[in-house]
Structure formats: structure tokens, C-alpha cells
């Protein structure tokens, strides 16, 4: 029993080694994963208080939980015996495809990295591109807000920008939850995009089993209470104006939601408009070609990291011009359902008008407005500026104007940044503008036509006047 036995080196460094990993699996990565995750719950607990609306449990979960959760849950159930019946396959093939859904659609929410990462990369970008203004906040409406409802931002879909602007300024009041589309399922995309919170939708090639996977999601999140971002017209506007509301998530919503036993949801209209959106061509483009408005590629990241290397270098900031952000009045969802009833298109149609209500009036989008109504030279374009700025004030729409720079040279500075992009010819004392300039001009017209007026079929040229 005490005989000495002789083993060689190789195999004693083998049970050794296999003795740590063991050690290491069973004692102390648990012993640090608890630690770490106690760690993360002191500090979301000091970071809810100064949270306007703090941070759901639901949105802590561990990943796996909530996706066997969802798998699991009666309705999801019984939508997995549908589809294997419908499509004449076993249950558990169904059941797997149920819990592939689910693992699309599920985040992994990190507060460390939506925090202490996201939040400055985000006000970094909003702020080397853009003057970002904030108009109307209806603080006193939204601080109002029940700390038991469940908040959900609606806003209209612009730019990509969208994501990074309103995450940075809403990061005093919760951490966003955004719908995002299949264009972000790429590396490097995908894992941070799920870190912060986002969830992964199917626009297209979904079927029924999919949709209730989706619905219950949506719901479990709403119910628990999780601030979330919602974007009812379902895509970036490819003719600048706001698109017709799609009511697939806010469907959910309503659908999920009892009078009697749900909390409330409230709806805060967020109304976004750039002097330039960085999407502009590729979205008129899609229009006029009938394309994909957009596909993730790494190559605007570098030009990205150029642009901001040469703005440091030459001291230049805010190249795109003003971004402005204006919230609307909140909508209980209950009061609403009292007066209208569950109407997903009645509720989608009154999101989309209060925030066409607070849109932003940004310049660029009246100089074009002005351009294509009929003005024909310089002094024509300052004077139209000058009569929206004031016909926007009259009507108590949010105009927002950079420091310091006077109308002339606000057009002056519009006319260089088309010359700049190839979009206008000097010749012979007159200004030439070419098809795709006219195009550009009526994309961002239409932002602002809901305030200003249709803007006539014709496209007039511009002539210089001194």
C-alpha cells in the first residue's frame, strides 16, 4: 500500500496538468465568475440610482437562462408543434429550430462594455462629425414617467448615426435595447452589438415560428420592464421624407400587453435630422435603382479614422454640419388602448405623428427646400432661408442654427460642400448642378416638407448673383 511506484516525467506532467485544468473548471473560474458577477451587480446597483430608469433584472440574466426560457415557454411550445405539423417534421427538429431562433434573437448585455465603452465611443463619433444640438427634451414629462412602466423610445430611422446619437444621449436615463437588422449579422458587428444590448431581427425569410420566437422576446422584455428603442418604419428612408409606420414590433407590444395585469408602457417620441446624412448617396441611389440601401463593409471605418486623423490635424470639427435630436409628448399605452383600442396601425400612425411634430429644422434641409421651390440665385436662397427660418418659429417647429455664422454664410458653406462632392460646376460666373445634386437637394427637402410644403416636380438650375 506504501510501495514506492515509479511513473515516468511525461505522464506525471500530464496528471498534473490535467489536475489544474480540473482545479481551475471546478473551483476557481466558479469561485471568479462569482466574484466578477458580484463586482457587476454592486456597481449596476449604484449606477440605478442614477439612472432615470434603471436597469432590469431581465437584462442581467445570463444569456442561457433566457434563451431556455424562451424555448421553453408554453407559447413558443405550441407554435413548435404547429410548425412541425405544417411542415410534416418531427417535434424536435422543430424544437432545435425554435432554439437556433432564439439564440439570433437573444443578447448578451454587458453594462461594463454599454458603459464604460460604448458611451464614450459614441459621444466621440457624435461629436468629431457633427454639432449635436438637443431641442425640445420634455424633461418634466419624461422624469415623470412611473419608474414601474416600461419606456420605449420611437423614433424616426435616418442615418445609421441614429444608433450612436441617441445611445449617447440617453445614457443618463437607462440603457437602450435596439431592434437591429440582419446588415449588422457580420464580424465585428454581431458580438458587440450583443454585448450592447441589441437584438437581432429577421426583415425577411422568417415564417411564423420565427415571428411567435420574436413576439414572445419582445414581450418578456416589455413586461420585465427593459427601456428599449424602437424604429417603426422598419428601415433607413430612402427619400428623406418619413416613411409609413410598420407595425411588426409595436404589434408585439400590443398584443402582449393586459390592461389589468401588465405595467404600463410609455412611448417617448424621438425626432432625429442631420444637415448631412453620411448614407446619403447609397440611399438615393437604392431608390432610384430599386437596391439594398445599405451593406456592411469595413472600408468606411478606415476613411472613418482618416477623416478623424485629418480633423485633428487641421483643427476641424463638425464637418457633417448639425445633427439635431427633439423629444415628443409620451403615450401611455394604456390610455391609449382606453381611447382607441389594440390598434397597432392607429398607435403606429400617432407615434409617427408626434414626432413629426418636434422633427428638427436643420439648414441644409430649408436651403434645399428654398433651391428646389423656385429660387434661382444667392441672394434668393439667403432670402429664402431666412423666410423658413422664421415661417419654422411661427409654427413652433425646434430650428436649430450654428453659433456664429450668419445665413450668407450658412448658403455659402452649402454651395462649397456640393462643389466639394463633385455635385456643382463653376462656369462662367454660374453654378451648374448636376443630376445627382438635384437628387441630393430633394432627399433632404423632403425632411422638412411636412412644415414647409411640397416642393414642386421641376428641379430649376442656380444661378449665381452677387
Not at 245 to 272: C, M
Request: hydrophobic share 45%; aromatic share 10%.
Amino acid at each position: 500500500m506504501f510501495a514506492t511506484v515509479e511513473i515516468p516525467y511525461w505522464l506525471l506532467v500530464l496528471v498534473l496538468l490535467f489536475a489544474g485544468i480540473a482545479a481551475l473548471d471546478r473551483v476557481l473560474m466558479p469561485s471568479a465568475r462569482w466574484y466578477l458577477r458580484r463586482r457587476l451587480e454592486r456597481a449596476v446597483e449604484r449606477l440605478n440610482q442614477r439612472l432615470s430608469f434603471p436597469i432590469q433584472p431581465f437584462k442581467l440574466a445570463r444569456r442561457n437562462d433566457t434563451i431556455l426560457r424562451l424555448r421553453f415557454d408554453p407559447e413558443v411550445a405550441k407554435a413548435v408543434l404547429d410548425y412541425a405539423r405544417e411542415n410534416n417534421i418531427r417535434e424536435d427538429v422543430a424544437a432545435q429550430k425554435a432554439e437556433r431562433y432564439a439564440r439570433e434573437i437573444v443578447p448578451s448585455f454587458s453594462a461594463f462594455t454599454y458603459f464604460a465603452f460604448a458611451i464614450r465611443a459614441a459621444r466621440l463619433l457624435s461629436r468629431s462629425l457633427y454639432r449635436v444640438r438637443v431641442g425640445t427634451t420634455n424633461a418634466d414629462a419624461i422624469e415623470a414617467i412611473s419608474k414601474d412602466s416600461t419606456v420605449i423610445f420611437v423614433m424616426n430611422h435616418r442615418s445609421n448615426m441614429d444608433y450612436v446619437l441617441v445611445t449617447w444621449l440617453a445614457a443618463d436615463r437607462s440603457a437602450l435595447a435596439y431592434a437591429v437588422g440582419e446588415w449588422a449579422r457580420v464580424w465585428p458587428l454581431q458580438p458587440l452589438i450583443r454585448m450592447l444590448g441589441g437584438y437581432f431581427i429577421r426583415r425577411r425569410y422568417n415564417n411564423a415560428l420565427y415571428r411567435k420566437v420574436l413576439a414572445r422576446y419582445v414581450q418578456m422584455a416589455t413586461e420585465a420592464g427593459v427601456t428599449q428603442a424602437v424604429f417603426p418604419e422598419g428601415g433607413l428612408s430612402r427619400t428623406g421624407a418619413m416613411r409609413d409606420p410598420k407595425v411588426g414590433l409595436l404589434s408585439y407590444i400590443v398584443e402582449g400587453f393586459n390592461r389589468e395585469t401588465s405595467r404600463d408602457v410609455v412611448f417617448v417620441p424621438v425626432a432625429l435630422n442631420y444637415d448631412r446624412v453620411m448614407e446619403d448617396r447609397n440611399l438615393i441611389r437604392a431608390q432610384n435603382e430599386g437596391t439594398r440601401p445599405f451593406r456592411f463593409s469595413i472600408k468606411p471605418i478606415f476613411r472613418y479614422l482618416r477623416r478623424i486623423l485629418w480633423q485633428r490635424v487641421t483643427r476641424r470639427h463638425g464637418e457633417y454640419g448639425l445633427a439635431a435630436v427633439s423629444y415628443g409628448e409620451p403615450l401611455s399605452l394604456s390610455a391609449f388602448i382606453d381611447q382607441h383600442g389594440n390598434t397597432p396601425e392607429a398607435l403606429g400612425q400617432d407615434l409617427m405623428g408626434r414626432i413629426g411634430t418636434v422633427m428638427p429644422v436643420v439648414p441644409f434641409p430649408m436651403i434645399a427646400h428654398a433651391w428646389l421651390s423656385g429660387a434661382a440665385t444667392r441672394a434668393e436662397l439667403i432670402a429664402g432661408l431666412g423666410a423658413r427660418i422664421a415661417i419654422a418659429r411661427e409654427k413652433g417647429a425646434p430650428v436649430f442654427l450654428p453659433d456664429g455664422l450668419t445665413q450668407h454664410a450658412l448658403v455659402d458653406n452649402t454651395l462649397a460642400s456640393l462643389k466639394e462632392r463633385k455635385m456643382l460646376r463653376m462656369q462662367r460666373g454660374s453654378l451648374d448642378l448636376s443630376e445627382e445634386g438635384k437628387h441630393l437637394l430633394a432627399f433632404y427637402a423632403a425632411s422638412v416638407e411636412p412644415i414647409f410644403g411640397d416642393i414642386p416636380n421641376n428641379l430649376p438650375e442656380l444661378q449665381v448673383s452677387e
